[in-house]
C-alpha cells in the first residue's frame, strides 16, 4: 500500500481511497486507540485503512477491523454508510451494530480500544479526519450512534 495525492494536494493513506467500521448500539460508540508509531498515532477513531484492489468500502471495513481489533466480519449487522469526498479520495465510513457481545483483542496497529457514550467523545484526542467528521454540523455519525 502506498500514499495518495487527492485533487486538493492533500497526501492519503491508499491509492483506492479507505474505509472504516463505526460500531455503535445503544448511544455507545467503539473506538480505537491508533498504535503510537501508526500514522496519527495516540488518537482514537474507528478501525480502518486502505482500501485494497476489487474491494469494496464495507469489504475493506470490515477487513481492517479484523486486522485491528480481531473482530469477526459476521458479528455486526451492516447498516449503511457514510462518505467523505476530499478531492476524489475517499474515506467510507461503515455503520454497523453488534449482533451481541464483540470478541475483540488489539493487534500490532491498536493500543486499546473502548466503547464511549457520544456525548464524551468530543473530549478524546481524536484523529483529526475521524474529529472534522464526528463534529461536522448535522454528521451522520452521530445521528446513526444517537439512534442504534
Known sequence: MSWARCDLGHVHWG????AGLLVAEGGRLLLQLRATWAHQGGTWSVPGGARERGETGVEAALREAGEELGLAPDAVD???SSMADCG?????????????????????ESDGHEWFASADVSALPLHPAFRKAWDAAESPLREFVATS
Not at 476524489?88 to 500490532?108: C, H, K, N
Open 15 to 18: 491509492p483506492r481511497g479507505a
Open 88 to 108: 476524489g479520495w475517499t474515506y467510507e465510513t461503515v455503520l454497523a451494530v453488534p449482533y451481541g457481545v464483540l470478541e475483540l483483542r488489539d493487534r500490532a
Open 78 to 80: 451492516v447498516r449503511g
